[in-house]
């Protein structure tokens, strides 16, 4: 068993480094020694036995710390173990049907396909209006999305836990 994991994440406003966080501290529990680092802090892979990336999703896209990361280090992640997760929607209910069937970002769909990954999940995230900017405002007025933290932290680390079970048996 390798036990250097690397979380990866993109954030804006640091709920998906939260996430990252209970992920990489999930994965601490079972044995492991993840790096929970922002993608774009991140310049070399071979230390690590298995790769986690997730980004915060605007608009359907992912942050751009975090799709750079993605493609600039393909040939490397196909060659580990991957699982890629999205955080984004609020509100209650199915993440996926929130987005309205959306799971990933087409911009990256292709890569994803090549790498391989053993899981892609989309999460709720969290909004705190006291951080957004006026346009941002607007727009989530607009949307009529809901403010509020909708992260489920169950699901968060029962799909860590699942990470950690199958990098055990990858003796």
């Known amino acids: 068993?390798?036990?250097?994991?690397?979380?990866?994440?993109g954030t804006k406003y640091g709920a998906t480094a939260e996430i990252a966080e209970k992920i990489g501290?999930?994965?601490?529990?079972?044995?492991?020694?993840?790096?929970?680092?922002?993608?774009?802090?991140?310049?070399d892979l071979t230390p690590y036995g298995a790769?986690?990336?997730?980004?915060?999703?605007y608009v359907g896209?992912?942050?751009g710390e975090a799709a750079k990361f993605l493609e600039a280090n393909e040939k490397a992640l196909a060659?580990?173990?991957v699982w890629l997760f999205s955080s984004g929607p609020t509100?209650?209910?199915d993440a996926v049907e929130l987005m309205k069937g959306w799971s990933f970002p087409g911009a990256q769909q292709d890569i994803a396909d090549r790498i391989g990954p053993r899981d892609v999940v989309v999460f709720h995230g969290a909004m705190d209006s006291k951080k957004l900017?006026?346009?941002?405002?607007?727009?989530i007025k607009g949307v009529k999305a809901p403010m509020g933290d909708f992260r489920d932290w169950?699901?968060?680390t029962s799909w860590a836990e699942g990470i950690a079970t199958e990098l055990k048996k990858r003796v």
């Open 91 to 93: 509100g209650e209910g």
């Open 61 to 63: 896209k992912w942050r």
């Open 79 to 81: 060659g580990l173990p």
């Open 51 to 57: 790769v986690v990336l997730g980004s915060a999703v």
């Open 25 to 43: 501290e999930v994965l601490r529990e079972e044995g492991f020694e993840p790096d929970v680092l922002p993608a774009d802090s991140v310049a």
């Open 1 to 9: 068993m390798d036990s250097q994991v690397l979380v990866a994440y």
């Open 154 to 156: 169950e699901a968060i």
């Open 133 to 139: 900017s006026l346009p941002e405002k607007l727009i």
